[in-house]
């Protein structure tokens, strides 16, 4: 009976990894989880809501990371430069401009292409631990100047803006992760998708092929300035305010990183299931161990480059292999 139970599961594992980037079942199982969040809402407690809300942003910035880290190779640690733009983007049309947070959030989308489209320009040119250092660099300068500005934006003191409710902040997030996840579908199934992977394979060759490869890089950090932006913004709505030092924050990027390295790097379901795996693992040690959270996760992040290198994704993958070379 036991090894019924192990083999069907096995089997259904299996099925599952084979099928993976058919379109039928990857939109059937968003369709799934789309309708069971929906359904799951109304009866949850306020911090299951929120933990679930934490895992949708963190699936969004985790396919947003993808898309130009993940797809072209050009590792980035300046996510939280990106959050931080589309939250105080927002924040900055909501008290000086007076317009609402709807209006406000197509206004962070626009700000964020022009300032994503502006930095790849500059940023694309270097590769490697430089372009990584680099995205680093501008992450932590962007967190000095809003500090230092004290005149509208209210630097450390903070500034305040409007809160929405907990329910209008898990719909926002669910269709930021809903969207971003679909776009890092449709991009890897691409002619666009398989570019960018030839970028991250030998950029030198598709040079000597003619082909520029910024036409490429650029359009895929501008996406992900797009969705991080966005997610940011969304962020400091569920939030109320804004402090550099929250929105700026490298804390945001490490479990950006830990999620995809444990998903699976480069893989459409990789940020899902990593989100879904740390983030209420996050909660439960910044409510038990709020001096040492950031310590723990960087020790993580190390464990988890050493011992799981290409993320669950590629364990699953890796296993189904094996397993029909066997002649199953």
């Given at each position: ?9 096995s ?149 305040t ?40 394979e ?9 082909v ?19 997610a ?23 479990t ?14 990789g ?58």
């Amino acid at each position: 009976m036991g090894k019924a139970g192990v083999g069907t599961a096995s089997e259904l594992i299996g099925r599952f990894a084979a099928e993976i980037d058919d379109r039928r079942m990857f939109y059937g199982l968003l369709a799934s989880a789309t309708v069971l969040a929906a359904i799951v809402q109304p009866f949850a407690s306020g911090l299951v809501v929120t933990t679930l809300y934490f895992i949708f942003m963190y699936v969004a910035l985790a396919q947003a990371w993808n898309y130009i880290s993940g797809y072209t190779g050009y590792g980035t640690f300046g996510p939280h430069a990106f959050i931080g733009l589309g939250a105080y983007a927002l924040g900055a049309q909501v008290v000086y401009l007076d317009v609402s947070w709807p209006v406000a959030l197509v206004g962070v989308a626009i700000v964020a292409v022009v300032v994503g489209a502006v930095l790849g320009v500059i940023l694309l040119r270097i590769s490697g631990i430089y372009f990584a250092i680099a995205t680093l660099l501008v992450a932590e300068g962007m967190r000095l100047g809003f500090l230092a500005e004290t005149t509208y934006m209210q630097g450390s003191i903070g500034l305040t803006i409007v809160r929405l409710s907990s329910i209008e902040v898990y719909a926002l997030f669910g269709v930021l992760a809903l969207a971003s996840t679909i776009i890092a579908y449709e991009t890897a199934t691409s002619e666009f998708g398989l570019r960018l992977m030839a970028i991250r394979e030998d950029e030198q060759a598709l040079r000597t092929l003619g082909v520029n490869p910024l036409r490429y890089k650029l359009p895929a950090f501008v996406i992900h300035a797009v969705i991080t932006s966005l997610a940011g913004a969304v962020y400091a709505l569920s939030l109320g305010f804004l402090f550099p030092d929250t929105f700026f924050s490298i804390d945001l990027t490490i479990t950006i990183l830990l999620i995809v390295i444990l998903g699976g790097i480069s893989t459409v379901w990789g940020p899902v299931i990593g989100a879904l795996l740390l983030i209420p693992l996050q909660e439960g040690l910044r409510l038990e161990f709020p001096d040492l959270h950031v310590l723990i996760f960087g020790v993580a992040l190390v464990a988890l480059v050493i011992y799981l290198p290409g993320g669950v994704m590629s364990k699953v993958k890796s296993a189904v292999e094996k397993r029909h070379s066997r002649g199953m």
